[in-house]
């Protein structure tokens, strides 16, 4: 069975950093999309960044453009989600997720989601 499992999340200091990790088992994340999201407390889950396999490019919502960064380690299957500078809005419940078929570019949310990962943001 396909399974993603977020780990990295915890406190932070405003200003600090923290890299996610997404650890992939039972499918191959080398040739697909794969999407970060997050969920605050009362708001619904947003997608915050995503790495395009097939673009060779990444996205990034405006407020996290400059200061997240995705990238891949193919021999442990495994995506990261590196977050620097952070802020107090950044904290958040934050979830990776893809799927064969699944597209940045596309306006379908991906199959396959680990349980997440949470990360505070607070002094």
């Known amino acids: 069975q396909v399974q993603l499992v977020e780990t990295g999340g915890g406190l932070v200091q405003p200003g600090g950093s923290l890299k996610l990790a997404c650890v992939i088992c039972?499918?191959?994340?080398?040739?697909?999309?794969i999407g970060w999201f997050r969920q605050a407390p009362g708001k619904e889950r947003e997608g915050i960044a995503c790495?395009?396999?097939?673009?060779?490019?990444?996205y990034y919502v405006d407020a996290v453009k400059g200061r997240f960064a995705i990238s891949r380690d193919n021999l442990r299957n495994t995506v990261y989600l590196q977050i620097n500078r952070s802020e107090s809005e950044d904290t958040a419940g934050y979830y990776c997720?893809?799927?064969?078929?699944?597209?940045?570019?596309?306006?379908?949310?991906?199959?396959?989601w680990g349980p997440g990962t949470q990360v505070t943001a607070s002094s």
């Open positions: 790495d395009s396999s097939h673009e060779g490019r990444s």
């Open positions: 997720a893809t799927d064969p078929n699944y597209r940045c570019s596309g306006g379908s949310n991906p199959r396959f």
């Open positions: 039972g499918f191959r994340a080398d040739h697909v999309d």
